[in-house]
């Protein structure tokens, strides 16, 4: 499928999706985040992708915001329908996907930018990036679950700071603070992210997918975490994968995991 404004590229089992609007710094405008979706979409029903990658077109930005020309004459109902419909088609989706999603901060993380890399399971940045959520510098909060999602990764004192501020921080920064996982030079991005990525492509699809629901259950105030964790466990049992992993370690060779 072709789109105006993503370029996805298969690189065996794992999809890399650029946004590319390198103009407008990525921008997420509404045509791109219906395209995430639809993209995000069929990746995860492609049994041949096991990790996807998340990045931004170009080397100055990974996603500077939402699109600010897009809703800066949009009236009360209009701007809670913009969250509303954004949270569900991409920045929940994105966090509830079964297959893992990496983002790969190659730039400016500001906004709706941030949202969206914290939307995904975990995120690496180059050492040029930098992460913001600047909107009550624009007189709105963060609406793809940047009030959420941030306290949760950085603890609520800083991440009140940080959206009071609408300041930015580095990449060294977001590391010591628990934002991204690592940091490492431009050139260096991509391939410490398809590194790792085809690390997590060895391991069962099937039980990585009931790790992040797990994982999600522990924030989501509806739920028991713990007896999530305890229902997936058991779940996993009746897999194919947990019987090929299994069998394979007692058999002392690499699991062929057939992904169900
Ligand atoms: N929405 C719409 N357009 C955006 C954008 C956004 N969030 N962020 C950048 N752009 C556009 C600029 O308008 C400009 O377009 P133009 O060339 O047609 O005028 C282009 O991208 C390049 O941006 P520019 O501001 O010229 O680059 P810069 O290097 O001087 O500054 C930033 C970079 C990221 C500091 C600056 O673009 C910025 O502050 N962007 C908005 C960040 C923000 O508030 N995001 C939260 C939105 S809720």
């Given at each position: 499928?072709?789109y105006?404004?993503?370029?996805?590229?298969?690189?065996?089992d794992?999809a890399?999706?650029?946004i590319?609007?390198p103009n407008?710094?990525?921008a997420?405008n509404?045509?791109t985040i219906e395209?995430?979706h639809k993209?995000?979409?069929?990746?995860?029903?492609?049994a041949?992708?096991?990790?996807?990658?998340?990045?931004?077109?170009?080397?100055?930005a990974?996603?500077?915001g939402?699109d600010?020309?897009e809703?800066?004459d949009?009236?009360?109902k209009?701007?809670?329908?913009?969250?509303a419909?954004?949270?569900e088609?991409?920045?929940?989706f994105?966090?509830?996907?079964s297959t893992p999603?990496?983002?790969?901060?190659?730039?400016?993380?500001?906004g709706?930018?941030?949202e969206l890399?914290?939307a995904?399971?975990f995120?690496?940045?180059?050492?040029?990036?930098?992460?913001g959520?600047p909107e009550?510098?624009?007189?709105?909060?963060?609406?793809?679950?940047?009030?959420q999602?941030?306290?949760?990764?950085?603890?609520?004192g800083?991440?009140?700071e940080?959206?009071?501020?609408a300041?930015?921080?580095?990449?060294?920064?977001?590391?010591?603070y628990?934002?991204?996982n690592h940091?490492v030079?431009l050139?260096?991005?991509?391939?410490?992210?398809?590194?790792?990525?085809s690390r997590?492509?060895?391991?069962?699809?099937v039980a990585?997918?009931y790790?992040?629901?797990a994982?999600?259950?522990?924030?989501n105030?509806?739920?028991?975490g713990?007896?999530?964790?305890?229902?997936a466990?058991?779940t996993c049992?009746?897999?194919?994968?947990?019987k090929?992993?299994?069998t394979?370690f007692?058999?002392?060779?690499k699991?062929?995991?057939?992904g169900?």
């Open positions: 499928m072709k105006q404004n993503l370029l996805i590229d298969q690189e065996n794992i890399i999706v650029t590319n609007r407008k710094l990525n997420l509404k045509v395209e995430l993209a995000l979409k069929k990746l995860d029903k492609d041949e992708t096991k990790v996807i990658i998340l990045t931004g077109s170009g080397e100055k990974f996603v500077a939402a600010i020309a809703f800066a949009f009236s009360v209009k701007g809670k329908k913009l969250a419909k954004g949270q088609i991409l920045f929940n994105i966090e509830n996907l999603v990496i983002a790969a901060i190659n730039g400016y993380a500001l709706g930018g941030l890399a914290m995904c399971h995120r690496i940045a180059s050492d040029n990036a930098k992460m959520l009550v510098s624009l007189g709105v909060i963060p609406g793809y679950g940047g009030t999602r941030l306290p949760q990764l950085i603890g609520k800083r991440a009140m940080l959206i009071m501020t300041g930015m921080i580095d990449a060294k920064k977001a590391a010591a628990g934002l991204v940091v030079a050139e260096e991005l991509m391939p410490t992210t398809k590194k790792i990525a997590i492509s060895n391991n069962s699809t990585i997918n790790a992040i629901k994982v999600n259950a522990g924030f105030n509806d739920v028991n713990y007896t999530s964790e305890i229902e466990f058991g049992f009746g897999t194919a994968d947990f090929e992993g299994t394979a007692l058999e002392k060779r699991a062929d995991f057939p169900a």
